[in-house]
Nanobody, 124 residues
Framework: QVHLVESGGGLVQAGDSLRLSCAAS????????LGWFRQAPGKEREFVAA????????VYQDSVKGRFTISRDNAKNTVYLQMNNLRVEDTAVYYC?????????????????WGQGTQVTVSS
């Protein structure tokens, strides 16, 4: 099992920026994808972005392209989600997750391990 802990959420105004962090530990995950998902009240869990740990290949959900950036720090075993130009519609609990895959997946069921989430609230 990969253990994941998210941090960095908060309350911001539309147009502001936040950087979320996901600290990973436990089982080796060099062949994993690390992904970010989000879930708003009353909504289904939604894929945001994923990064291959070994090679760094990245995939984004279309609605966040140009605004969000996923990255990793191999030395710190940490994945980041830089969120710029935030919108009210971005308000959600953001989750970090790990998938035992060498190709990316946007399906929550592909991810075996999940963090507890961090709340992002964007006000107008």
């Amino acid at each position: 099992q990969v253990h994941l802990v998210e941090s960095g959420g908060g309350l911001v105004q539309a147009g502001d920026s936040l950087r979320l962090s996901c600290a990973a530990s436990g089982r080796p995950f060099s062949n994993y994808h690390l992904g970010w998902f989000r879930q708003a009240p009353g909504k289904e869990r939604e894929f945001v972005a994923a990064i291959n740990w070994r090679g760094g290949a990245i995939v984004y959900q279309d609605s966040v392209k140009g605004r969000f950036t996923i990255s990793r720090d191999n030395a710190k075993n940490t994945v980041y989600l830089q969120m710029n130009n935030l919108r009210v519609e971005d308000t959600a609990v953001y989750y970090c997750a790990a998938a035992p895959l060498i190709v990316p997946s946007s399906r929550p069921q592909s991810y075996n391990d999940w963090g507890q989430g961090t709340q992002v609230t964007v006000s107008s």
